[in-house]
Structures are given as structure tokens and as C-alpha cells.
């Protein structure tokens, strides 16, 4: 239980669209994350999920069944909201309690079940208090543990951390997915964080502009983006995006000319563009993380205007030719690059993703699970 | 020359009496002495301003008769007395039913108005209908009206339902023209309180009558005080009017008509008149102190963010 379907979604505001036709299936027991730029549309379709909003268009369904006209308790979907949205006039127990007071639950069912969920949530010292004498990440506790005394099968969190300091929501982020784990249920949550998106979730959905730009595993995302949209989006910093011109297409991939160097870059060119591809402009796209100095089979000279030292790794940020765009290329530990001098860069093809000019992936050759392999060196102590 | 010892307690005296701050020794709290002597100055003028005419009436009420009429006219009282307290019930024997039926008037009214518009200014801040900025708008014109503007179709209104000569013929008009000022302030408070707790509830199953009682009803409920005092006030002071032109049963008049009676033919019974308007008001002062203790700020605090 708790399978949730989205068929053909849409939802206007007058004349403004702001869900465009989305479909989706989340699995059961599914932890499933949606991002996107700010107004994009997430708040919105997680309100028509929850039945806070009406649909404009399309069929919401859940375990098989249509769910448009019913209210959310019989939908079985319980929401955390953003800013916790607690009852500041109640103690922490009745907060919690709040759902099955409204159920009219007998008041030993009530006290056991708040006082199981005060447990998951290390919240067992705090039943007699208010809302307004406890911290940020106790509050939102609250507001999830009023979640999960109705034992919801679907659970939605509207940016639920996005109010917590940075400590503090990389613990409310483990604990989320241990809760994920412990109560099987399916959870959608919404977040603009893409650390939070990666770390938490099964399958991502990445929207722009109230359509989906793609849906699929963190990995999935980061290593075989659908469009530019994805693959700007996915990854911090930036993916990198160079002009270049397609020379040739072969049977393992397609060759670029890239400011004179001949690039292959093993990627699948659709049968309908394959004609059409030799001489059209393509967009290049690497990732400032697998820049390097020196090393790959591809090189660029790049004038650095400014260098940041992490101390865990080194950024640096060149402005391109012709463009308001920048370059930027992530290099590991702290290694001394002078600003205002031009260096060259490298980098390798097997990295390169290619778009063509609707900013459509050519989509990748390579295997997502060899691509998420570490490149690390472990030494094994013998004997 | 000042040593440093006294100048550091100067400082300290300094500090703002009227900070919020849990430090109110503040950097910005700080006030410098001549800043200190002119809000005083200011705080004193305006109390003596507001105070004044009681200080009098309380005096005025010490005094004699006769020495309220002597030329010059001394301000404070010579061999004053509590005597005008007890001769007053003697000469208005239907004293006690005039206070009873002003704090009756005024009461009726107040639960009337209260019954009327928490639902409505609840309403009026979480809905939005066709026509509720015309309501709104006609709510604000109806209060700029005193009803003295309408005494006579009020009389007409009054005489057609037969309710002319009873306790309805005060309060009703009394209460009518205290809703609408009341929607509006309480429409104010109301909205302040997150709309997020509705959607909250409505997620959780409650129905929007339960989320009314259990949810916005407590957090509201010190604007709902506010608006009580304001009615009770309110109904208190308008009763004069309605009284004089919708009733002429002695039994069921209210203070303010039943003060009149110290108006003699010849001349007023001044210190009584003072003395049965503090006892008179003191019942709705005792009423006005035991509200404003629920007064409580700062309920919302962690509902949201
Ligand atoms: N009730 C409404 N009436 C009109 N427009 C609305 C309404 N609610 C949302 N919108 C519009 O819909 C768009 C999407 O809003 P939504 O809140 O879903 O964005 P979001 O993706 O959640 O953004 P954020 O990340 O900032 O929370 C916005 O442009 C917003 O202005
Ligand atoms: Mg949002």
C-alpha cells in the first residue's frame, strides 16, 4: 500500500500554468524527491497530492484508486509543512496527539502511540513543553511526529530542513532517511537542497517550469542527464557548457571540433539525427569536477579570475570568450593556481557529455554503474 | 569633580525603564538624563491631563454642599467626609437597580456582539466570498453613524416590534451599532494567526468546526478580550441615549439616566452626583481589571518558522 500515481497533472492559476500535464508513478515504500528552481511548481504539486489544492486537470490515484474528491485524512497522506505549522497554544504531547484527538481515539491508544513516536523522535523530554520554547529541529520533529501517529502510507514534506541551520539539517537529514527505513511508508519530499536530494532520495524528479525535466536514480541524474536543464541543475558547481561543432558520426560515438581538437565523445546518436548532425553546433558539456591539470585527452586555456580555497578542494572561475557564461573547474586539495594568469586545462571525453541545440542529451554509452565506481586506491594491509 | 565610583551609579540610573529587552542596559536602550526628565515631563502632562477631571469629581465628592458654592473656591476639601456616599442611596432609592441594569445593558450586549462576531470575523479573515469587500465596506460606513444619527427611525423600528419600555429597546441598538467597528478589529487579529495551522488541521481530518473551536478560537482569544472591553465599554456609554428615548419605565433605566436624578429643580446635588459615578463605575472597572488579566501576548510564538 501506498503506490501513488499522477495522471496527465495539471494546474492553472487564471491563465497562468503552473503544473504542465506531469505524470508520474511513485513505487510503494519509495522515497521520492522533487527539485527544482524556486517556483517551478513543487509547493503546487505537492498541495494537489495532499488535497490541499484542486486539480485543474488529470487524475490523482493511489492504490488504484481516483483520490481527486477526496479530503486528505481519507487519501491516507499525512504532510509536514515548511514552516512546521505547529499549534503554539498546545504542549508538544498534544500536538502530536492532535490527528487522533480528532479521530476521537481512546485516550490509552493516544498516549501509547504519542509516546512511541516521541521515542522514534527523541522527543520524550519534551511532551509537557510548547512549540514556542523549543529549537528549530526539535519543532520540526514535532511536526513530524504529528506525521507519524496517523500512520500514513504516503508521507509529504514541503522543504521541511530549509528553515534548520546547515549542522543541523545533515542530522535531520540521516534521521529522515533512518525514519524512511523504519516506517517502510513512501515519502515524497520536496527541497531545492541538492545534497538533500542526492543523499536521501531513491528516484529524483527534476522539474522545470511545472514539466518534468527527468526523472531517475541520484546517480542516474548526475551521470546521464536527459537535457542541459538536468545537467546544469544536477551537480555543484555548474556543468560546464562549450560550443562546438559536430564532425563526423561513427558507430561508437560522435567526433567534435573543439577550438581545432578533433574530441570523440562515445555517445549513441539517435538513427534521425545521425544525418543531420555533421557541421551542427552541439553543446559540450564537463563537469568542473573532472577538470584537471594536466592528464586527459582534451586541453583548454583558461585565465582563472577567481581562485577559492576550501582547503578540500580548490575552485576557480574563468570567464569564456564571447559570454556571460563562466568557467569553472573543481580541482582536489588545495593546489596554488595564480588568478589572472592563463593556465591550461584538462580534461578527458570519457567524461564529456554532448547535447545537441534543443539542449537534448545524446545519451551516454557508458554503464551508470561503472561511471559511479570510485576511483579510489584502497591499501590493504597484508597478513 | 565627580568621583568614578558615582559617576558609574549615574550610568546605571540611566538605563531605559520602559525597555523590553532582557538586558535593558542596552547601548541603545541608554538615555541621557535630560532625555529621562522629558519623558517623564510628557508621561506626567498626559496623566494629569486624563486624570484631572477625576481627581475633582473624587474632591468634589468629599466635600459639603455649601462649600462647593464659597467663593474663593478651595480646591482641596475642608472637614471633607464620606458623607455624600451614604446620603446618596437615601435620595435615589433605585440606585442599586440603576447599576444593576447598566451592567445588565451592558453585558447582554457584549455576549450578544461576541456570539455575533467571533464566527463572523473568523469568516471574514479566512474566506474570501463574492461581495465581502462591500460588506466589509459597509461594515465601516454603518460604524462612522452614532446612533443618535438614526434615533427616530430606531424609535419607529423599536415600536413596530413592541419593544419599546424593555431591556431589548437598549440593547439591541446598543449591540448593533458595536458589531461592525468589533468584525473589523477582531477580522485584524484573526488574521495574524498562520493560515498554515488550517491547512495543518484540515490535513490531520478536522473539520473546519473542530479547527475553529480547538485551533483558532484559543490563539484568538486574546483579541477576542480586546473586543469584549471595547463592546463592554462601548455599551456602557452608549447606553444614555437609547435609554432616554426607548424606555420610560424608571425600573429598567440604567446609571447614566438615573444620575439625572440628582439634577434638583433648584439646584445639582454635586458631591452626590460625584459619588454615585464612582460607585456606578466601579463594578465595570472591577469587570474591565478581571478581563484584561487573560491578556496574554505572544501566543502565536512557534507555530511557525
Ligand atoms: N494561489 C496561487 N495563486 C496564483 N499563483 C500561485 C498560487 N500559488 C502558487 N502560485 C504560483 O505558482 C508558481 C509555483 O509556485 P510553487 O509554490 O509551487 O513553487 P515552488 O516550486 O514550491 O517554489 P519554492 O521552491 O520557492 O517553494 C509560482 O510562480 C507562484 O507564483
Ligand atoms: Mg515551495
Not at chain 1, 160 to 165: A, G, R, Y
Given at each position: 500500500m501506498g503506490q501513488l500515481s499522477l495522471k496527465q497533472i495539471t494546474k492553472t492559476f487564471g491563465t497562468f500554468e503552473v503544473v504542465k500535464d506531469v505524470s508520474l508513478d511513485v513505487h510503494e515504500g519509495e522515497f521520492m524527491v522533487f527539485v527544482g528552481p524556486s517556483g517551478c511548481g513543487k509547493s503546487t504539486l505537492l498541495r494537489m497530492i495532499a488535497g490541499l489544492e484542486h486539480t485543474t486537470d488529470g487524475d490523482i490515484v493511489i492504490d488504484g484508486k481516483r483520490v481527486n474528491d477526496l479530503a486528505p485524512v481519507d487519501r491516507g497522506i499525512a504532510m509536514v509543512f515548511q514552516s512546521y505549522a505547529l499549534y503554539p497554544h498546545m504542549s508538544v504531547f498534544e500536538n502530536i496527539a492532535f490527528p487522533l484527538r480528532v479521530e476521537g481515539a481512546p485516550a490509552a491508544e493516544i498516549k501509547s502511540k504519542v509516546e512511541a513516536a516521541a521515542q522514534i523522535l527523541h522527543l520524550e523530554n519534551r511532551l509537557d513543553q510548547r512549540p514556542g520554547n523549543l529549537s528549530g529541529g526539535q519543532r520540526q520533529r514535532v511536526a513530524i511526529g504529528r506525521a507519524i501517529v496517523r500512520e500514513p502510507e504516503i508521507f509529504l514534506f514541503d522543504e521541511?530542513?530549509?528553515?534548520?541551520?546547515a549542522a543541523l539539517r545533515a542530522d535531520m537529514r540521516i534521521e529522515l532517511t533512518r525514519l524512511h527505513k523504519q516506517l517502510g511508508a513512501t515519502m515524497i519530499y520536496v527541497t531545492h537542497d541538492q545534497i538533500e536530494a542526492m543523499t536521501m532520495a531513491n528516484r529524483i524528479v527534476v522539474l522545470n517550469a511545472g514539466d518534468i525535466a527527468q526523472v531517475g536514480a541520484p546517480l542516474e541524474l548526475y551521470h546521464k542527464p536527459q537535457n542541459t536543464f538536468v545537467a546544469g541543475f544536477i551537480g555543484n558547481p555548474r556543468m560546464n557548457f562549450l560550443p562546438v561543432t559536430c564532425t563526423e558520426v561513427t558507430g561508437t560515438g560522435v567526433t567534435v571540433d573543439f577550438n581545432g581538437q578533433r574530441l570523440h565523445v562515445e555517445v549513441e546518436a539517435p538513427a534521425s539525427l545521425r544525418s543531420h548532425l555533421p557541421g551542427a553546433p552541439l553543446t559540450l558539456g564537463v563537469r568542473p569536477e573532472h577538470i584537471t591539470l594536466g592528464g586527459g585527452n582534451a586541453s583548454m586555456t583558461v585565465t582563472p579570475s577567481v581562485m577559492e580555497y576550501l582547503g578540500q578542494n580548490t575552485i576557480g572561475y574563468a570567464p569564456l570568450p564571447g559570454g556571460e557564461e563562466t568557467f569553472c573547474f573543481v580541482l582536489p586539495g588545495t593546489q596554488k593556481v595564480p588568478a589572472d594568469t592563463p593556465i591550461d586545462v584538462t580534461f578527458s571525453t570519457a567524461d564529456c557529455h554532448l547535447f545537441d541545440s534543443d539542449g537534448r542529451a545524446l545519451p551516454r554509452r557508458a554503464n551508470t554503474e561503472d561511471l559511479g565506481a570510485p576511483a579510489l586506491q584502497i591499501e590493504r594491509t597484508t597478513g | 569633580m565627580m568621583n568614578p565610583s558615582r559617576r558609574a551609579t549615574r550610568v546605571l540610573t540611566l538605563v531605559n525603564p520602559f525597555s523590553k529587552r532582557a538586558q535593558p542596559s542596552a547601548m541603545m536602550d541608554r538615555y541621557s538624563w535630560y532625555e529621562i526628565v522629558l519623558i517623564y515631563l510628557g508621561i506626567f502632562v498626559f496623566l494629569f491631563f486624563m486624570l484631572a477631571p477625576f481627581l475633582e469629581g473624587f474632591l468634589v465628592s468629599l466635600k459639603p454642599l455649601s462649600q462647593l458654592f464659597s467663593t474663593p473656591y478651595s480646591f482641596w476639601p475642608e472637614n471633607g467626609s464620606f458623607e455624600a456616599y451614604v446620603t446618596m442611596w437615601e435620595r435615589i432609592p433605585y440606585f442599586a437597580i440603576y447599576i444593576f441594569n447598566s451592567l445588565l445593558i451592558a453585558t447582554v450586549a457584549t455576549l450578544i456582539v461576541l456570539a455575533l462576531v467571533v464566527p463572523a470575523a473568523y469568516a471574514f479573515a479566512r474566506f474570501s466570498f463574492r461581495g465581502m469587500p462591500l460588506l466589509l465596506g459597509a461594515f465601516l460606513a454603518v460604524s462612522m453613524f452614532s446612533g443618535a444619527v438614526l434615533l427616530i427611525p430606531l424609535f419607529r423600528l423599536m415600536r413596530t416590534l413592541g419593544i419599546l419600555n424593555t431591556y431589548w429597546a437598549m440593547i439591541i441598538p446598543g449591540a448593533a451599532f458595536l458589531i461592525p467597528s468589533a468584525i473589523w478589529l477582531l477580522r485584524t487579529y484573526m488574521m495574524r494567526i498562520p493560515p498554515e495551522l488550517n491547512e495543518a488541521a484540515y490535513m490531520d481530518g478536522a473539520s473546519q468546526f473542530y479547527t475553529f473551536r480547538r485551533v483558532i478560537l484559543p490563539l484568538a482569544r486574546p483579541g477576542i478580550i480586546v473586543v469584549a472591553i471595547m463592546t463592554f465599554i462601548g455599551a456602557y456609554a452608549q447606553q444614555f441615549i437609547f435609554a432616554l428615548t426607548f424606555n420610560s419605565k424608571t425600573e429598567f433605566m440604567p446609571l447614566p439616566v438615573g444620575l439625572f436624578a440628582f439634577f434638583g429643580r433648584q439646584e445639582v446635588i454635586w458631591n452626590e452626583l460625584m459619588a454615585a459615578s464612582f460607585v456606578g463605575i466601579a463594578p465595570a472597572l472591577v469587570i474591565i481589571f478581571f478581563l484584561q488579566r487573560y491578556l496574554v501576548g505572544g501566543l502565536t510564538a512557534g507555530a511557525i518558522k
Open positions: 521541511p530542513l530549509s528553515n534548520l541551520d | -
